[in-house]
């Protein structure tokens, strides 16, 4: 049974997930919850049973010293909650955590059992996945679903991903057949320079996040980490003239991928991100983020509901973007390759 003694009634709680491993490459996703959890001070309510859900021979627990004696810290998923202050209060429900080695349907389950309890209205599972991208161009974010009425009203892609799936894939569809609203945010890696951290794709997961919400994330030092990383991985391509060519030809592969989208509304939407984000206050215009699939406010109730939009009957859908991997969208400069263990 789930109790949450201590933990106060949320304001249109959204709950925020991210695990290390397999659906975390760079880990970008599991940095990008931590950042939360740092910046708005998150306070840690719940974790769940290492004993139930992980192999403490894949993962190993750790030893320190606190002021001479020897404690352990179990690797586990942890649960805070973090509020959102201003005009408009909102709370968001932190999960990081490590993908687990057994039971995932349990595991599911007793996530589910806490966002019950805590009445969160929408779960936004955030993933980095190994693409052809090229470092030097923005990281590509997927953002997908498998409620084909979420994709259509929140403007998302419908996952029509078939292969081996992590934990991310799994909570997703738990999240479907109990009814619970679920997104889940893809960043694509350049599997060239795989190895963490990687601030960039951090950051693009956050300015995502930022639209999917209509909310603003303070980014502290993460813009200047991003910057930092690309120079480094500048320079180390520059050393090997096998790298700095495969890097071009990704360049030239997603700029041409990129042309049919340099059209006015896509700069016209990417304009009203730039203010908006320089201007917490400024109204979104039509095409902005609140009308741009985040969840809206229903005064009346007090609750967040999806926005309601009339379907344009002359967009049809393109069967050709999208990764086509897990997260259910293609990389623009080419396949992208799943998640390393």
Not at 179 to 193: D, I, K, M, N
Not at 242 to 267: F, H, K, M, N, W
Request: charged share 25%; glycine share 10%; hydrophobic share 35%.
């Amino acid at each position: 049974m789930i109790e949450l003694e201590g933990v106060p009634e949320l304001i249109d709680p959204v709950m925020v997930a991210a695990f290390e491993g397999w659906n975390d490459a760079g880990d970008a996703a599991s940095g990008a919850v931590a950042h939360l959890d740092r910046e708005w001070k998150g306070e840690v309510f719940a974790a769940l049973d290492a004993e139930d859900y992980y192999d403490f021979q894949v993962n190993r627990p750790t030893v320190w010293l606190d002021n001479g004696v020897r404690k352990i810290t179990w690797p586990t998923t942890r649960l805070s909650v973090v509020r959102i202050g201003g005009a408009n209060p909102r709370d968001l429900v932190l999960v990081r955590g490590i993908e687990p080695s057994m039971r995932w349907r349990s595991f599911c389950n007793e996530l589910l059992g806490f966002a019950h309890e805590l009445g969160v209205e929408m779960v936004v599972i955030l993933g980095a996945l190994l693409g052809d991208t090229p470092h030097t161009r923005p990281v590509p974010v997927s953002g997908v679903t498998s409620d084909p009425d979420l994709a259509r009203t929140m403007h998302l892609e419908e996952t029509k991903y078939e292969g081996p799936t992590g934990i991310v894939g799994i909570l997703q569809e738990a999240c479907t057949h109990a009814g619970v609203p679920a997104v889940s945010l893809w960043a694509a890696v350049p599997h060239y320079v795989s190895q963490p951290p990687n601030p960039k794709a951090t950051l693009a997961l956050l300015n995502r996040l930022e639209d999917l919400l209509d909310l603003r994330i303070p980014l502290g030092e993460l813009p200047e980490d991003a910057r930092a990383w690309q120079l480094g991985v500048d320079q180390l391509a520059a050393e090997d003239s096998e790298v700095a060519e495969y890097v071009q030809t990704l360049e030239e592969a997603r700029d041409t991928a990129d042309l049919p989208e340099a059209s006015g509304d896509a700069i016209a939407r990417e304009f009203e991100r730039y203010l908006r984000r320089r201007d917490p206050g400024a109204e979104p215009g039509p095409g902005g983020a609140a009308g741009d699939g985040s969840y809206l406010r229903d005064t009346s109730s007090g609750r967040t509901r999806p926005p309601r939009r009339a379907a344009d009957p002359d967009r049809e859908p393109d069967p050709e973007s999208g990764p086509g991997q897990e997260p259910g969208g293609d990389d623009a400069a080419g396949p992208a390759e799943p998640p390393r263990p």
